[in-house]
């Protein structure tokens, strides 16, 4: 069946630096892909999505390139801040799903001052 | 402002007692979900409605019940059945891209605590 696979957390980085979070799938279709964030206490908010091969999300400085090749779609951000501290949750949909999005375990990420 | 409602925010209930939590949505979504969410660990479906008078059981559907008779309300009961209900339970609807995908929007979700 279809999964998700994201790196563990938390990653700590300092105010400032490049952020990478990783996000590998596995389907049997054509999926789209999507990175949601979660402040603490609150629900999931999208925060950028792709619907094909190639295709590129970005959003508040975050970017996420669609690679069929090597079934990913990686997160990054050029310079995070403390306010982007949350938690991070890759997924992805696809017709074979059964209207079922399948989950990332969720990265959570800590900005340091 | 068009949006998912879960009410209340905070919830308590005593062991052994049933509780439903309450999700509205005026997005005019088909499909709605209830997933729960325990400290530290990412989503677990719990149920999930393609259409109103239909609904299917998740992965972790024992302990719990849906109804869906309209197409804006999607309640969750918490059963005493439930053998470790406390936890943080998100509801979500969601559109279909027209691509066979469902992007999903989420509402604030409800902690419940069973002491």
């Known amino acids: 069946g279809d999964s998700v696979t994201q790196m563990e957390g938390p990653v700590t980085l300092s105010e400032e630096a490049f952020l990478t979070i990783n996000c590998t799938y596995t389907a049997t279709g054509y999926p789209s892909l999507f990175w949601y964030v979660q402040y603490p206490g609150e629900g999931l908010q999208l925060l950028l999505k792709a619907t094909k091969a190639d295709d590129k999300g970005s959003n508040k400085g975050f970017e996420a390139t669609y690679r069929k090749e090597t079934t990913s779609f990686h997160l990054e951000k050029g310079s995070v801040q403390v306010s982007d501290s949350a938690v991070y949750f890759c997924a992805l949909s696809e017709g074979d799903s059964n209207y079922q999005l399948i989950w990332g375990a969720g990265t959570k990420l800590i900005i340091k001052p | 402002d068009g949006g998912i409602t879960q009410s209340p925010k905070y919830l308590f209930r005593k062991e052994g007692q049933n509780v439903t939590l309450s999700c509205e949505q005026n997005l005019n979504h088909d499909a709605m979900y209830w997933y729960r969410q325990d400290p530290g660990q990412g989503l677990r479906l719990i149920y999930y409605?393609?259409?109103?008078?239909?609904?299917q059981k998740g992965d972790i559907a024992e302990g719990y019940s849906v109804s869906r008779e309209k197409k804006e309300s999607f309640p969750l009961t918490v059963t005493s059945a439930q053998k470790n209900p406390t936890a943080f339970y998100l509801c979500a609807s969601s559109i279909d891209l027209g691509v066979g995908a469902q992007e999903a929007f989420f509402g604030q979700g409800t902690r419940l605590t069973v002491v």
């Open positions: 409605s393609q259409i109103v008078n239909d609904f």
